[in-house]
């Protein structure tokens, strides 16, 4: 599967209609819960089936529904995938396909833009991620992503061992070797770290090291892999590729909890003394419309429907004219993901934030805002 990057997502987010529809499509496709091809056709059809019936469906769209269909009627290829994503939009020219090795929440959105909600929320979710396990002699380099290990270097020192009972104290002060012996042994697993860095790239560093290790590890490590780091794992260095990927995920989620309720702490704050937070769906719509969101804060699976303009892309939970130019607005599925997709286009960060009880308390969205 190609990478699916920040960047990517925003690109495709920004994709516009010229005027037609784009129908987004993200179909669950796991062979775990769906073994046959036939299973995976009726989970597409109770998708496709109403919306295909809306009197008020653009009649473009169905040229777009027919080719989603295509894609699992033709024989998708479900040997890596467990989710399928696809994007369309025929007078757009639009047509983005792309298998998830993770499940994905069975969702269908005609609008004016791409619906990238559960995208973000992956990316978040799955940022390609460092792993460096070091003892005194070993040091392995792990990269992750999207849950799948893409990088794999080793590194071994050998230090000198048994060298009481060989006598060699008494030819020199064999101490200071191997205290030398092994920080360079150090410096060699902080370089293998950066090599792969160089090579692959990664959001988040973990660092698995004995504590009397840690300290020299950390200050070899290359100045933008110290800003990278996101904690310790305490896993010793012959782990299995899945014991590290499953303690490396607990530890991204782990931050990312935390960074998330600073989020909406700071959110509710800012809101509360009418400074710059926004909280419900009309006024974070209305923040969104002017440009004005820093960070987009989303619930999980938060969707309504509403109206987009297509001459000015104000979005509102009431139309039909355009509170802004008096324009004819359109109807649209999914405000929400309407929301996230203008945005992004605008450049702002947006996170998707699941089972979070004080987000859905403030409305389910809130928008930290620029001025």
């Known amino acids: 599967m190609a990478a699916i990057t920040r960047d990517a997502i925003r690109t495709l987010a920004a994709a516009t209609d010229h005027g037609g529809p784009v129908v987004s499509c993200y179909l669950d496709v796991d062979g775990r819960r769906l073994p046959t091809r036939a299973d995976v056709e009726r989970e597409l059809e109770a998708l496709l089936r109403p919306v295909r019936n809306r009197p008020e469906l653009d009649p473009r769209a169905h040229a777009d529904l027919d080719r989603i269909a295509g894609v699992v009627r033709n024989g998708l290829d479900r040997s890596h995938a467990r989710g399928l994503a696809v994007f369309s939009s025929a007078s757009?020219?639009?047509?983005?396909?792309?298998?998830?090795?993770?499940?994905?929440?069975?969702?269908?959105?005609?609008?004016?833009?791409?619906?990238?909600?559960?995208l973000e929320s992956m990316a978040r979710d799955f940022e390609r991620?460092?792993?460096?396990?070091?003892?005194?002699?070993?040091?392995?380099?792990?990269?992750?992503?999207?849950?799948?290990?893409?990088?794999?270097?080793?590194?071994?020192?050998?230090?000198?061992?048994?060298?009481?009972?060989?006598?060699?104290?008494?030819?020199?002060?064999?101490?200071?070797?191997?205290?030398?012996?092994?920080?360079?042994?150090?410096?060699?697993?902080?370089?293998?770290?950066?090599?792969?860095?160089?090579?692959?790239?990664?959001?988040r560093l973990a660092l698995a090291v004995p504590d009397e290790l840690m300290g020299e590890v950390e200050g070899a490590l290359h100045p933008y892999l110290r800003e990278r780091s996101c904690g310790r794992l305490h896993l010793p260095v012959s782990s299995s590729v899945d014991e590290v990927r499953s303690a490396a995920r607990e530890l991204y989620i782990q931050n990312r909890r935390a960074r998330l309720a600073e989020l909406v702490d700071r959110l509710r704050a800012e809101a509360h003394s009418g400074r710059r937070g926004a909280v419900g769906l009309p006024d974070v719509l209305a923040a969104v419309s002017d440009g004005r969101v820093d960070n987009l804060l989303v619930s999980a699976g938060f969707a309504e429907e509403g109206w987009r303009c297509q001459a000015c892309d104000v979005l509102a939970l009431v139309g039909r004219a355009c509170p802004r130019c008096g324009e004819e607005m359109r109807r649209v599925d999914d405000v929400v993901a309407e929301s996230i997709s203008l945005a992004m286009s605008h450049g702002s960060q947006v996170e998707v934030c699941w089972g979070d009880a004080d987000l859905d308390v403030l409305g389910r969205i809130g928008a930290l805002l620029r001025y």
Request: aromatic fraction near 8%; hydrophobic fraction near 40%.
């Open 129 to 203: 991620m460092g792993v460096l396990l070091v003892d005194r002699q070993r040091a392995r380099m792990f990269v992750f992503e999207w849950g799948e290990l893409v990088d794999h270097s080793e590194r071994f020192d050998e230090l000198p061992r048994d060298f009481d009972d060989r006598g060699e104290r008494e030819r020199g002060d064999v101490d200071d070797h191997v205290a030398a012996m092994q920080s360079r042994h150090l410096r060699h697993a902080a370089a293998v770290a950066w090599d792969v860095y160089q090579r692959d790239g990664f959001e």
């Open 92 to 118: 757009a020219g639009l047509w983005e396909v792309l298998e998830l090795p993770m499940p994905v929440r069975n969702q269908l959105v005609v609008g004016q833009h791409p619906a990238v909600t559960q």
